[in-house]
């Protein structure tokens, strides 16, 4: 058995290439003429001898030396090769080191490129870069734990930007579940992050949701003295009940004024980028007062791409807060009426006065499907409920307006 005091006096005659100094349980000191000195546990795997180096002495002392040798007997016991499982444990070092959080997110990023919209996709990234990147995009995804992720989380949530951490903390369990999968990382703290922030407070679009504010405000409409174009998106957007970008941005080719239906292509509707790229199309059947105010229209913007092009330039579409402003000017704020509260009120309305199915007033609202199936088995469009319901909308739309 060695002893410190013989570590340190061994040394190596000139005359021999190396000289051993033999401990416990296999474990021997090695010395080389030049004076270095290093520890070595020998053993034998699958019949052969083979020895583990664990170190320079003095850096490693006798005590250091026999506790690893002690460690790398327990690996032999369980029928591994120490020297293999050395191998791989460096190995998982060096991949650990370069698979950094703003390496393995960006990796994800692009791979869902192809099935991201574009809006979702350049969020995305634009969060991750903006307030988890300058934090933890240079640490190993491995040792980032739920306390380190919870600090950059925490940032944003005290700027009462509390929907953006929520967002991030689902972002960021995306790029540990890939970690996970390409064996960059073994968990994912952003899951138990769950309840540690505030919970997002859902405010829906302000809407008229009464009859009686509806009647009111398609009066209000009747009475507009802006612009023309402005008047009539204000209409249709009453009729048609679209969302207000497949308004603003209605194109003549899409509008089938003897067939009084709009077809909106599914590349110009709020979906994912594959069914963007393979949806149906967006049937809207247009009731004879929708048919109206696009024949007015067609006076004035039908020799141009656009129904409601911009004043600035006919090659794009009108503003998105054009109509938002209309309505401020009419006397509706934002907690009474918004653009996109057009939606809510056809929907609402229909259901408590009219008593249409909510299942077919969802399919011209566009809504996705819900359940497990989704769009993929439910085709079923209801072409002759919703043609009907447009036309019972907007008589019931010009009943209130003469009501007072």
């Known amino acids: 058995m060695l002893t410190e005091v013989a570590c340190k006096n061994a040394s190596c005659p000139p005359d021999k290439a190396r000289a051993r100094f033999a401990d416990g349980g296999n474990l021997y000191l090695e010395a080389a003429p030049n004076g270095s000195k290093r520890w070595f546990w020998k053993y034998t795997f699958a019949g052969k001898e ?5 170190g320079v002495y003095p850096a490693v002392k ?21 020297t293999q499982r050395r191998r791989l444990d460096k190995a998982l070092v060096r991949a650990s080191a370069v698979a950094t959080y703003e390496l393995v997110a960006r990796e994800f990023h692009a791979i869902k490129l192809k099935e991201w919209s574009e809006a979702h996709s350049t969020k995305w990234l634009r969060l ?9 995009g240079n640490l ?3 040792e980032i734990t739920a306390r380190v992720l919870l600090e950059p989380l925490r940032r944003v949530e005290s700027k009462g930007l509390n929907e953006t951490a929520v967002s991030l903390r689902q972002y960021a369990g995306q790029v540990f ?3 996970i999968a390409t064996d960059r990382c073994d968990d994912d703290p952003a899951t138990k992050l769950r309840d540690a922030l505030g919970a997002v407070i859902v405010k829906n679009m302000a809407a008229v949701l009464t009859p009686e504010k509806a009647g009111a405000l398609m009066r209000a409409i009747d009475s507009y003295h802006g612009l023309p174009a402005t008047q009539e ?3 249709l957007s009453a009729l048609l009940f679209q969302r207000p970008g497949n308004i603003r941005a209605m194109e003549w080719a899409w509008v089938d004024l003897d067939g009084a239906l709009v077809t909106i292509p599914a590349a110009s509707m709020k979906r994912t980028k594959q069914a963007k790229l393979s949806g149906e199309p967006h049937l809207v059947p247009l009731a004879p007062q929708a048919v109206a105010s696009l024949k007015r229209m067609h006076v004035l913007t039908g020799h141009g791409r656009y129904v409601f092009p911009s004043l600035l330039t006919g090659e794009r579409p009108m503003s998105d807060n054009t109509i938002n402003t209309a309505l401020r000017r009419m006397g509706f704020d934002n907690t009474e009426m918004t653009a996109h509260g057009f939606r809510a009120m056809a929907r609402t309305i229909m259901v ?3 008593h249409i199915d909510p299942e077919v007033i969802e399919e011209q609202l566009a809504h996705g499907k819900r359940g497990p199936l989704g769009t993929a088995y439910n085709r079923a469009q209801f072409k002759d409920q919703r043609r009907k319901m447009m036309v019972a909308w907007a008589n019931y739309l010009d009943k209130l307006r ?3």
């Open 233 to 235: 998106a204000l209409l």
């Open 177 to 179: 579940r890939y970690g």
């Open 352 to 354: 408590d006065e009219l």
């Open 140 to 142: 190993p995804l491995r």
């Open 128 to 136: 991750q870069e903006a307030n988890l990147f300058p934090w933890i």
């Open 62 to 82: 006798l005590k250091d030396a026999r506790a690893a040798r002690d460690e790398a007997r327990k690996v032999h016991q369980s029928g591994a090769d120490p």
């Open 50 to 54: 083979k020895r583990l180096a664990i």
């Open 402 to 404: 003469l009501q007072t």
